[in-house]
């Protein structure tokens, strides 16, 4: 079945240093790929998408590429902000029949110390 | 417009006994789906409604838990009795045209329970 494997963490950065979260992931077919973002005490916020292969999702300063050879979507952002602390979950979405459930990573937490 | 809205955002209860979380979608969307999210891992799909047809129960566990979304609004997830295991965040989320990700998925804050 549908697979995502996503970096352990927890990850703690200083602000403005640079952000990579690995995440890689198994489907058949041509899956949608996703990622997440959980701030504290609130619900899943989409943070980007991308819907085929060599597509770039970005959004608040994050991108993700969906490399379709090395089935891989990491997340990376030039300079983290303290506002960026969050868990970050990596997530896909099957092709066909089960284009409507998202299968999840473990999820990231980040901190971000000033 | 308002967001998914769930309650009770916090809900401690003993085992054996009964819980329901309650969950209303954005105006419009005829996608509901229940997910859990165990600690320290990501959330996982219980239940997926088209309107009120439960299209996907298929990860729920019916011995305990059950579900309905009468008249294709609104919904609530019962669990029946609670176990241990059963603590977890449970998350609703909507969507229109007819569910597929890609188009758009709005999460709720989701109902934390502790089964102690």
């Known amino acids: 079945g549908d697979s995502v494997t996503q970096m352990e963490g927890p990850v703690t950065l200083s602000e403005e240093a640079f952000l990579t979260i690995n995440c890689t992931y198994t489907?058949?077919?041509?899956?949608?790929l996703f990622w997440y973002v959980q701030y504290p005490g609130e619900g899943l916020q989409l943070l980007l998408k991308?819907?085929?292969?060599?597509d770039k999702g970005s959004n608040k300063g994050f991108e993700a590429t969906y490399r379709k050879e090395t089935t891989s979507f990491h997340l990376e952002k030039g300079s983290v902000q303290v506002s960026d602390s969050a868990v970050y979950f990596c997530a896909l979405s099957g092709s066909g029949g089960s284009n409507y459930k998202l299968t999840f990573g473990k999820g990231t937490l980040l901190t971000v110390n000033p | 417009e308002a967001g998914v809205v769930q309650s009770p955002r916090y809900k401690i209860i003993e085992k054996k006994q009964p819980v329901a979380f309650w969950c209303n979608p954005i105006?419009?969307?005829?996608?509901l789906y229940w997910y859990r999210q165990n600690l320290g891992q990501g959330p996982e799909l219980l239940i997926r409604y088209e309107n009120e047809e439960a299209v996907d129960d298929s990860q729920l566990p019916k011995d305990r838990f059950s579900a309905e979304r009468l008249k294709g609004v609104d919904s609530t997830l019962k669990i029946q009795p609670a176990e241990l295991g059963d603590s977890a965040v449970y998350l609703c989320?909507?969507?229109?045209?007819?569910?597929?990700?890609?188009?758009?998925?709005?999460f709720g804050s989701g109902t934390r329970l502790t089964v102690v």
């Open positions: 105006s419009g969307h005829n996608t």
């Open positions: 991308a819907t085929k292969a060599d």
């Open positions: 989320a909507s969507s229109r045209d007819r569910g597929r990700v890609s188009y758009g998925y709005t």
């Open positions: 489907a058949t077919g041509y899956p949608s």
